[in-house]
């Protein structure tokens, strides 16, 4: 995978034959981890404040559950974002595809770069020029990005101009569709199958518990489904919780399931 373009707010690759347009969502992300840290903190003081103090414990423990659903929401609407704002550039099917919007290169005259003055200060855009309105491909950035503007903008007309034209191409980027195909199906299976027994748990065994015999400690259940879909959050933000063979191996993921585990142990530990 080749990376075009690389922002603040936008990342724009190319596999295969496919330009893929997606914003970035590194702030939503580090936000809602540091929120899940956050309430395992303010579980863990709830805990230790809960004898003494037991008032302020009670309300340690409240603010941990607000903080991770607010957390867990954040997350949610990052990936939702994430998905609906992408762009696919696919030579080898011969559209571009944004949102329900799908245009076909035939309809394409040209993909250039756009000056705008908004505020006396010059923003640039990538768009596709049609016969009937110009499409955004590419959002609003600072002139110091003019040079991979205009890189990306070369590649995305090299590919409108050619097509489908070569076989090779396009099986790999259909095997590249496939598993991002494989990637959103798993994701959002993630999240609607751990906020369905989230909530099925919360309303039949609200007080079940995971344990073993003389462990003295255990976890509370029903809250597992929210991790299961906070995971899939991830996974649909494009980072491979559950790894895909061949692919490049990055910490990130690593990272991000322990840290997703951890905050479920913290905030769902119980002692018996």
Known sequence: MEILLKSGDT???EENGVVTVRPRMVFPLVLSLWGLATAAGLHALSDVLSGPLSDVGALARWGAAAVAAASLLLLLAAGCIRVV???RIEA?????VKGRTVLAFRDVDGIHVRSNKVLDQEILTIVARTGVKDVLLVSGHAPRYRDALER???RMEFYAVRGNREPGAARGADRDGHAAEGRRFTGWAMVAGGAVASLSAFLTVPD?????PRLGFAFLFWPLGIWIAAA???VLLGFPLLRVRGRRRTV????LFLLLFA???AVCFRPV
């Open 92 to 96: 080898p099917n011969g559209r571009i």
């Open 11 to 13: 990342l724009v690759s």
């Open 263 to 265: 905050s479920y142990c």
């Open 232 to 234: 899939g959050l991830v």
């Open 208 to 212: 079940l518990v995971l344990t073993r």
């Open 152 to 154: 990306t903008a070369k």
């Open 85 to 87: 704002r992408r762009i």
């Open 252 to 255: 990130w993921p690593t990272v």
